[in-house]
């Protein structure tokens, strides 16, 4: 029967498709119809059956995590990160709020570019994933048994973090950097035209406890004021090693669009992580001051809360040898990516007319011999022609990022031109191009970044959909599409818009996750303290102008559901805990003239509002959540009287 | 209705195919799935896990005690033992219910309600599904045992 019930789904809709086609197209006779109806085959998963890979956006300037399926390209959730959500009250509650907490206070926005899973002998192992915060420097780690955010880790002394969060092959480390030099010592107040004197540049490496999960600020590498644009963790041969890629070795300070662009060749940086960190625990980094928020989620509790550090450890590659090595690359290098087998180090050089492919075994040998065209600040240059293996040539213009898919095969994507090129590893030539609509940046392909990815789907992340889609004004969403990879041919199957500006992407295969994803909290597990574990525990208790409401929701009423004695000028707090222990069960609270938004609470969980009553009077609360048959009847009221008012603080739910 | 709907579209989508001359036929499928009718058990002991009679025995204080403080936790936010509330009184549910029907119904409650005689009269009464709340097989016969004991002694345990 449910085979039937597919057949007849999969019908009505190809019949449908086919329908649209023909009106908008004519006869299939005259058209490629076919090709419709197979790209739609593709892509279709059948109501209640389930996507092959789960795919994580970056939000860009939402700030959050956006996560579909695919090959469907169905929405599944918007995780919020750096960004106050008022759908569900992230960033309002007073669990969350310590999550967005920074040394510049609390900052309720960032710009979410590059999501990266934890790894298991390079593979993503599917319990976190982690992605930055570009503006004010930060890293976040979301659990993906609940598709949270459970920590948020400042990165002190940076200008932006963009070349983050590339994880190394056991997670050993997060990679962060400066994108915009800044002078490195702490709030440091100089003429900004004394860049080459007072700028630095830093890159951090943040370490990630392998049971926890919970971050912390290894140690900083201090570096000439350069900008520091992406990363990438090594694997196999040079897991040992991370990549960043340079521009503005020129130094400009201003109209970077010219000055920084005057140099045929910037950098590859190649770290020795590994011996960098023996260096730290040998005592050669120094304990400088720096102001940084660290802040986690409570597993027990489910609140967060801050830590504030005053010190970091930097390493200084004069103090450090044969560590770190700048590659030229030409010119004002994007992406570096590595591929599969760890030997290629592909630099997306977006002003270059090629792409350049340096060897990881060429670049041991030039260090061993000391090709060194130069030393800056104790950083030995190689000389080009020791590490570079080959050249992709016409590679279109712009080329930014490169993906594999493990059969020697990889992909650019190429900004300008607005073209996905496919090459070869073995012979640097370009076996295929397709269109990106419009203005592609990243592009990710299935099983990602890792030692063997899968050959099946490709998303590319475009920066502009003008006509692609029914116009919604000036500004529209960024579009992605979705490329069949596993012929010899690049295959466009799917169009659609997303959330924010995604710039990267992750996509794992949905049985790595699936298994792991939590559908209750456990109420025997919350230890909450402001918890109600049973109705007759429900209360409402004053201490000075302090009021906390104990309530507990559940299908379809609030206990206590009338409170008197309220008084203008209180603060009080609602602390809801859904007492319900049944899958999706969702309960949400809003009360008339909360400036802090609603929240939801999920299945055995307890959240916390706070609520300024300004004006006496009658304010209604409900459920926001459509929860039940009753759902319009689970709702409430608060009475509120004047200020020094004689009415006695009393709740009750029903006649009792 | 829904189905008729659907057979209309599809002649309509079938007559605009054959208008380009390549028409095909096609069956529409049956999607309706009948739901069997209940059985002589499950009429009398519920539908849900609970699908033969258990042995648990004469009623055991120590279990009716445990069986109190889950009813606290996760039942007194509707039922009260001596008089309607969200849901309906349970102080003699023991008497007019089997062990199994009450396990059966803490188990399974939206199946109970959508399909059983009995939880489709009580929706009727109450108007609310009662909540699926996590809670063992071993915890019901407890929650049995907490409101057998109250059936027959008069005495709440959680007090």
Not at chain 2, 52 to 60: A, P, Q, S
Request: net charge negative.
């Amino acid at each position: 029967m449910a085979q039937k019930t597919t057949i007849w789904k999969i019908t009505s809709l190809l019949l449908g498709l086919g329908l649209l086609a023909m009106i908008m197209y004519g006869c299939p006779s005259q058209t490629g119809m076919l090709d419709t109806r197979d790209a739609a085959q593709r892509v279709y998963v059948a109501p209640g059956e389930y996507d092959e890979y789960y795919a994580f956006f970056s939000g860009g300037y939402s700030g959050q995590l956006s996560v579909w399926g695919l090959p469907s390209a169905r929405m599944l959730r918007n995780i919020p990160v750096f960004s106050q959500d008022p759908e569900s009250g992230y960033g309002y509650s007073e669990e969350t709020k310590p999550l967005l907490m920074t040394s510049y206070g609390f900052i309720p926005w960032d710009d979410s570019h590059h999501p990266d899973f934890s790894q298991t002998n390079g593979m993503p192992d599917g319990r976190w994933i982690f992605i930055n915060g570009n503006n004010t420097p930060r890293v976040a780690r979301i659990d993906l048994t609940t598709f949270e955010t459970a920590e948020i880790l400042e990165l002190p002394n940076t200008g932006g973090n963009h070349a983050s969060t590339f994880v190394t092959e056991n997670t050993e480390y997060i990679l962060g950097a400066t994108r915009f030099s800044i002078p490195y010592e702490m709030d440091k107040d100089v003429p900004i035209d004394s860049y080459k004197e007072n700028f630095d540049g830093s890159l951090s490496f943040i370490a990630v406890d392998p049971e926890s999960g919970e971050m912390s600020m290894d140690f900083q590498i201090i570096m000439p004021p350069y900008h520091y644009d992406l990363g990438r963790a090594g694997k196999g041969p040079s897991a040992d090693w991370a990549f960043f890629t340079t521009y503005n070795t020129e130094q400009a300070h201003t109209l970077l669009e010219i000055y920084a662009s005057e140099f045929d060749k910037d950098y590859v940086v190649a770290v020795n992580w590994r011996k960098a960190q023996e260096y730290v625990r040998e005592g050669r980094a120094r304990t400088v001051p720096a102001n940084y928020y660290h802040n986690l989620k409570d597993k027990n509790t489910g609140i967060a809360s801050s830590t504030v550090h005053d010190e970091v450890l930097l390493l200084d590659p004069k103090d450090a040898p044969d560590m770190i090595y700048f590659l030229p690359t030409p010119k004002s290098p994007h992406g570096v990516d590595i591929d599969p087998t760890g030997e290629y180090i592909v630099a997306g050089g977006k002003l270059a007319t090629v792409i350049p492919v340096h060897s990881f075994s060429r670049m041991i040998e030039a260090i061993e011999n000391e090709a060194f065209e130069e030393v800056i600040n104790g950083i030995p240059v190689l000389e080009y022609e020791a590490t570079i293996a080959g050249e992709v040539e016409n590679p279109g213009l712009g080329p930014l990022h490169t993906e594999f898919d493990g059969d020697g095969n990889a992909y650019t994507s190429v900004y300008i031109s607005s073209e996905i090129v496919k090459w070869s590893l073995e012979n640097f030539e370009v076996l295929d191009r397709i269109d990106a609509y419009y203005s592609i940046g990243h592009l990710m392909i299935t099983g990602g970044d890792t030692p063997n990815p899968d050959r099946r789907y490709m998303v590319g992340l475009t920066k502009t959909s003008r006509d692609r889609f029914l116009p919604t004004g000036p500004k529209q969403l960024h579009p992605a599409q979705l490329y069949d990879i596993s012929g010899d041919r690049m295959e466009l199957l799917l169009d659609f818009p997303t959330i924010g500006e995604p710039h990267y992407a992750q996509a794992i295969k949905a049985d790595i996750i699936r298994p792991n994803v939590k559908q209750i909290y456990d109420l025997d597990e919350n230890k909450h303290p402001h918890a109600v574990m049973r109705p007759r525990d429900a209360r409402v208790e004053r201490d000075g102008n302090v009021v906390r409401v104990y309530m507990t929701n559940i299908r379809s009423h609030f206990t206590p559901d009338n409170i008197e004695g309220i008084r203008v000028g209180d603060e009080v707090y609602f602390h809801l805990t859904n007492i319900e222990q049944d899958w999706d069960m969702v309960h949400g609270f809003a009360i008339k003239g909360a400036n802090s938004g609603e929240v939801l609470i999920a299945p055995g969980e307890t959240k916390t509002i706070v609520w300024h009553p300004q004006r006496t009077g009658i304010y209604p609360f409900y459920c926001t959540a459509f929860c039940s048959a009753l759902h319009q009847e689970m709702q409430g009221y608060v009475r509120v009287s004047a200020v020094g008012s004689d009415v006695p603080l009393t709740w009750r739910t029903g006649e009792e | 209705m829904q189905q008729v709907t659907r057979i209309l579209l599809l002649v309509i989508m079938a007559l605009i195919y054959t208008g380009c001359g390549n028409g095909e036929e096609r069956e529409p499928a049956d999607t309706r799935d009948e739901a069997p009718e209940l059985t002589e058990f499950e009429l009398e002991h519920g539908i849900g896990p609970v699908t033969e009679r258990l042995d648990i025995g004469d009623l055991n204080v120590e279990r009716a005690r445990r069986g109190a403080e889950i009813f606290d936790l996760r039942c007194t936010a509707c039922h009260r033992m001596d008089r309607r509330f969200v849901g309906p009184p349970l102080g003699e549910v023991t008497e007019a219910r089997s062990p199994e029907f009450i396990i059966n119904f803490i188990l399974n409650p939206e199946e109970m309600t959508n399909r059983h005689p009995i939880g489709q009269a009580l929706l009727q009464e109450y108007m609310t599904i009662m909540p699926y709340q996590n809670v063992s097989k071993e915890q019901a016969i407890e929650i049995v045992d907490f409101l057998r004991y109250y059936a027959e002694t008069g005495e709440d345990l959680r007090d």
